[in-house]
Nanobody, 122 residues
């Protein structure tokens, strides 16, 4: 059984930073394309960032320049470092995984975590 477990969410003030983690089990992590999505109340789920099995990164415009995605294959973990957080970044953040980067990019990843809540408020 594949499991993706996110952690690191929380409440921060505008301008603050958070580092999200997603630890995977039950899949061949080294071969998996990994990504982060987010969904705010009333909004559609949107892509934040992806990282391929080779370490190539992609950032959506929503947070470009304010976040960094990385992975540690030895720990089966993908990270999302978020800086200069804004109230509009408030959302549930989900980790996703797939062997196909195209499916991941299109929001059709085969595996999803349960999410970790990020709230940005003064």
């Amino acid at each position: 059984e594949v499991q993706l477990v996110e952690s690191g969410g929380g409440s921060v003030q505008p301008g603050g930073s958070l580092r999200l983690s997603c630890t995977a089990a039950g899949l061949t992590f080294d071969d998996s394309e990994m990504g982060w999505y987010r969904q705010a109340p009333g909004n559609e789920c949107e892509l934040v960032s992806t990282i391929t099995s080779n370490g190539a990164t992609y950032y959506a415009d929503s947070m470009k320049g304010r976040n960094t995605i990385s992975r540690d294959n030895a720990k089966n973990t993908v990270y999302l470092e978020m800086n200069s957080l804004e109230p509009d970044d408030t959302a549930m953040y989900y980790c996703a995984a797939d062997l196909d980067w195209g499916r991941l990019l299109e929001g059709q990843a085969g595996y999803w975590g349960q999410g970790t809540q990020v709230t940005v408020s003064s």
